[in-house]
């Protein structure tokens, strides 16, 4: 699933990245309305987004690497900034 065009210096938009953010644990709030079969339960008792064996959130559309429930995403899911502090320091670990 690696993308030799991903580059952590370089800007990044969605369309091109292998949704790297969605490997993240995404803690589910109150307010969201993500179907059951999609979460789970940390031994701490926090409600998040399920992953599969490679670590990304059972959500992503495989095929095309991006968002499968991208109406109803969870509210971590739409702070995330494209290309801000946090994209960056997650593409900078993944292409090390
Ligand atoms: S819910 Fe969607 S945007 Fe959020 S981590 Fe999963 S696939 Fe990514």
């Known amino acids: ?3 030799p065009g991903v580059k952590a210096t ?3 938009h969605c369309s091109t990245c ?5 490997r993240l644990t995404v803690v589910l709030q109150p307010e969201d309305n993500v179907p059951s079969h999609l979460t ?7 409600h998040v987004m399920a992953r599969d064996q490679e670590g ?5 559309d495989g095929s095309h690497m991006n968002c499968g429930i991208y109406e109803s995403r969870p509210t971590v899911c739409r702070r995330f900034v494209m290309n801000g502090p946090y994209c960056k320091a997650v593409r900078a670990e993944y292409t090390k």
């Not at 292998?18 to 969605?22: M, V, Y």
């Open 40 to 46: 789970t339960y940390l031994d701490s008792g926090l």
């Open 56 to 60: 990304w959130c059972v959500a992503v």
């Open 1 to 3: 699933m690696t993308n």
């Open 10 to 12: 370089a800007s990044a």
């Open 18 to 22: 292998d949704a790297l953010c969605c």
